[in-house]
């Protein structure tokens, strides 16, 4: 990633080459095409940065036949809800991984920082998925993302924050609320970044992630800094 | 609003009354129609709190034939364009009023994080409408949301930064990364709503509403105090 030019997710230059796919394992046949597919709709989707792929699009990437999407997912539903479960399954076994280091908990959490910058990057489309299937009524769905995401996510936001509490490094702040700021403050520049590019002339290249994720990691790590609460905090 | 039940924005239960709608002064009567399509596109997007609204059923609670939309706004994305530019001119028009008081900078950003907080519950559709402008590809749309939103607010939290800084209340900090990070913070809880009625099980409701609120300025006003840099900032 040290080509600046290749960073570039706005989907305005030319694509640099897709970040690796993360792999199920050795799937067995029958899963192959699936797999495939899942492939597929990561491509497509990072390419267009958001916007919508149909699904025909989709099974001709991956060289498969349209009824292959609703033997292996039900429909395209099916499918989306698929991917994200991957990619969350990825970002909670991120957590997990970090989570079992020796490390103290202001370092967990700039590592985490960091980590999530970056995965605004592997999956620019993260966001408006997740957003779509939340707002979409299925329960079922928001239920899945709730079991496999949001809670694992709050869970280890409140054992660092505990943590970091008993340290002496952190005061008081509610999980819950540090989740939603936290992840939000995160992905805002991504789901409107064509503010970044229209309005303020900026590119997200390698050099201005480094510096967004120096600003987060101070705003976040600094603003939960005990005994120093204002004036103007409820 | 000390009626807690009244501040559910979730679409769960039984909506509450309306809140008011922004009023452009006196129209004229060939405008009147052009404002009862912008106040219905409004109320019934309220009530979807999020999802897709079919232009027929603007027209329906307007009472107007579906050729004014063509004559008043062009199309349906004309329609929500102007309900845009309606919101985002009250929210600059706010920071202005909020601007011209004689407060320190630490009030200023206080008072205006409660109200960013505050019209997420007003206009709870508000983020997946610009983010859907956003990501439209329509240049023209960008670059309008830009000059009366991105803009303004970028000008006015770098000159409330730039004078805590001088005044010594605040660190340097970068407006643009502001911009996105104060912003993505506030409205995260929302556009993910769901998340925390189904995963958390806690209501969006006024008690809860106060709590974030405190959060949220607890969280940027610690986060940008001087002299309190952390190792694990870059």
Redesign the interface.
């Known amino acids: 990633m040290a080509d600046s030019s290749a960073m570039s997710p706005t989907g305005k230059r030319a694509r640099p080459a897709l970040p690796p796919w993360p792999a199920s394992g050795a799937p067995r046949q029958a899963a192959a095409t699936a797999d495939r597919l899942l492939e597929s709709a990561h491509a497509l989707l990072y390419e267009r940065a958001?916007?919508d792929v149909p699904v025909a699009e989709i099974c001709a990437h991956a060289a498969a036949n349209v009824a292959m999407v609703k033997y292996c997912f039900g429909n395209k539903d099916g499918l989306f809800d698929a991917l994200l479960e991957r990619i969350v399954s990825v970002l909670v076994a991120d957590v997990e991984r970090l989570d079992r280091q020796d490390l103290p908990p202001?370092?967990k959490?700039?590592r985490h920082l960091r980590a999530v910058v970056r995965n605004y990057v592997r999956f620019p489309y993260l966001n408006?998925l997740?957003?779509q299937r939340?707002?979409s009524?299925h329960?079922e769905a928001?239920?899945r993302?709730?079991?496999s995401f949001?809670?694992p996510m709050?869970r280890w936001y409140a054992s660092v924050l505990a943590e970091g509490q008993e340290a002496g490094t952190f005061r008081e702040?509610?999980p819950?609320?540090?989740f939603?700021?936290?992840?939000?403050?995160?992905?805002?520049?991504f789901?409107?970044?064509?503010?970044?590019e229209?309005?303020?002339e900026?590119q997200i290249d390698e050099e201005l992630l480094?510096?967004?994720?120096?600003?987060?990691?101070?705003?976040?790590?600094?603003?939960?800094?005990p005994g120093?609460?204002?004036?103007?905090?409820?």
């Open positions: 958001g916007s202001d370092e959490l700039a408006r997740l957003n939340l707002l009524g329960d928001v239920e993302l709730s079991r949001a809670l709050r702040v509610d819950t609320f540090f939603f700021s936290v992840l939000g403050a995160a992905e805002y520049m789901s409107a970044r064509r503010w970044m229209r309005a303020f900026e480094e510096r967004f994720t120096g600003h987060l990691t101070q705003l976040v790590l600094t603003g939960i800094q120093t609460s204002t004036a103007s905090a409820p």
